[in-house]
């Protein structure tokens, strides 16, 4: 048997796809393929090193679509609203958003929009014990980088050209908010940000310079304010205390957030159908039933096992959107929270009105989903969480410099309301292919053309990590670590074998040698 240095290793099980799925967003009861794995454990390197080859995770379930087996069809809008804002799977390709570059996007954007441009974004207010980190940086070597966040107006639907009734809208809500601010008695006067660490944005004078992100969302408010928000990040998994405490809250939000935003659809088939859907509320398909096949969930529950509704309804909550196979790390030269799975808390007057739930890896911050109060839609909460995210991953890069990025999930360019990640610039979008990130500015006219894409241009180009040494994997077997080599000499199953090697082919050669692939 071997031995293991260092810390523990991630251990999964791979699933190989067999099978093809109704797709959430077309209809098309073949439209859907992907391959997955449990992961019981998985170190952050790991993580990101999936990621960066096209993978996600929901829970402990780690998936990669196929996407050139997956149905690319135009959406209509009545097909989207039920994902608006939520990350999915169509064109289902990594967009990631690039913090060293976006000083000159956002003057230009500011200037354009006028500098009272009230985005609410990162997040710094650390009130948290699970968090000590408190200073709010940019992904860009120490000097503060601006982020674009607002698309400048535009024609069409060219994602270079951000269609105008977005921006309006952002434009209105930030006048909105600006009046608020500056109504002492009114019923919303204003809301004041708390935990701010002073030292951070010392006052500077005045100018015609456009505002930074972090001088939009840390402007001094009245001390009276009638409002006060407070942003916390908490460690999910394992769970800290101030997670435990708030979990019940943060429940309770998460259930009228289903309810309400995602309730599901009243076209209720009438024939008896059955379904198979992945299991990642990533998926449409699988976020719109997940209401329904939880009541049926708690019914079961409590008529057979007698247990009580609440703690069924927590139970399937924390399974998918708490718990996390990341292992929390805490390195001396990483960022003070340590690296893992958090939920970002947003405290509005001493309540919890919604919550972002991230990873923290080496490279990145992984935005894996947001839910929020109803009541509060009118906040935009949706791009004030991602502004803020932005913000933190800034912050966190001023002490670990290789955190220099913010991973916005899937990209879905057929779906008109989710293209909306496309403006925020600068963006790269991860080739299928070769894996490398390529300006999403270079990926717009494949897309508009293709349903599938290459986004890589050199013809030569291969995947540098591809699995070229299978025999170097690392397979768990009876409680011993053996090299695949070894282990398939007494394997006499030749899809035992078909199964290893596509695991080997996704996982690229450098994860397949240090995770342990467990065969039973």
């Not at 951000?162 to 930030?174: F, H, L, S, V, W």
């Not at 990590?465 to 070894?486: C, N, W």
Request: charged content about 25%; some cysteine; aromatic content about 10%.
């Amino acid at each position: 048997m071997a031995f293991w240095a260092g810390s523990s290793p991630s251990i999964v099980d791979y699933f190989p796809s067999e099978d093809f799925y109704r797709c959430g967003y077309c209809k098309n009861e073949l439209g859907s393929r992907s391959n997955g794995m449990w992961a019981h454990s998985m170190t952050v390197q790991d993580y990101q090193d999936l990621i960066d080859r096209g993978w996600r995770r929901s829970g402990k379930y780690v998936y990669k679509p196929v996407m050139n087996q997956t149905c690319y069809e135009p959406m209509d809008s009545t097909v989207n609203d039920a994902v608006a804002g939520d990350f999915a799977l169509i064109n289902k390709l990594d967009i990631q958003c690039d913090l060293k570059t976006l000083s000159d996007d956002l003057k230009e954007s500011l200037e354009s929009e006028g500098k009272n441009s009230k985005k609410e974004e990162p997040q710094e207010l650390l009130q948290s014990q699970d968090f000590v980190g408190e200073k709010l940086d940019s992904g860009e070597p120490s000097h503060s980088v601006k982020v674009h966040t607002v698309p400048k107006p535009g024609k069409g639907a060219d994602l270079s050209k951000p269609p105008c009734r977005k921006a309006k809208e952002i434009r209105k809500e930030r006048k909105r908010l600006k009046l608020m601010q500056q109504n002492p008695a009114g019923e919303h006067e204003g809301f004041q940000v708390q935990g701010q660490p002073p030292s951070l944005f010392p006052a500077k004078a005045k100018s015609n310079q456009p505002k930074s992100l972090e001088d939009l969302i840390f402007e001094s408010l009245p001390e009276n304010a009638s409002h006060k928000l407070e942003v916390r990040v908490v460690r999910s998994s394992p769970p800290s205390s101030q997670f435990k405490a708030t979990l019940l809250e943060s429940y309770q939000v998460y259930k009228r957030y289903q309810m309400v935003i995602h309730k599901n659809s009243p076209d209720t088939p009438t024939e008896s159908q059955v379904r198979l859907v992945p299991v990642s509320f990533e998926d449409p398909e699988f976020k719109s039933s997940f209401s329904q096949s939880f009541s049926l969930y708690v019914k079961y529950q409590v008529a057979i096992h007698q247990d009580p509704p609440d703690e069924c309804g927590k139970t399937e909550f924390t399974r998918f959107l708490c718990t996390s196979p990341l292992e929390a790390e805490t390195p001396h030269n990483g960022p003070d929270c340590g690296y893992g799975s958090f939920h970002q808390q947003y405290w509005l007057d001493g309540k919890i009105i919604a919550v972002g739930v991230i990873d923290i890896l080496p490279n990145c911050v992984s935005s894996v989903y947001l839910y929020y109060d109803p009541d509060y839609s009118f906040l935009s909460l949706g791009v004030y969480s991602a502004l803020r995210e932005i913000a933190f991953t800034r912050q966190l890069h001023e002490k670990t410099s290789q955190l220099s990025y913010y991973y916005m999930g899937f990209y879905i360019h057929s779906c008109p309301k989710m293209k909306y990640k496309g403006q925020y610039r600068p963006s790269d979008l991860l080739c299928p292919e070769t894996y490398v990130w390529v300006p999403i500015e270079q990926c717009l006219p494949s897309l508009e053309n293709s349903k599938y894409c290459r986004f890589n241009q050199d013809p030569e180009a291969v995947d540098e990590d591809r699995s070229t040494e299978p025999d170097r994997l690392q397979v768990f077997h009876k409680r011993a670590i053996m090299p695949y080599g070894v282990y398939k000499k007494h394997q006499k199953d030749p899809s035992e074998e078909a199964a290893v090697l596509q695991y080997a082919s996704l996982v690229g050669q450098k994860c397949s040698e240090r995770m342990l692939l467990f065969r039973n």
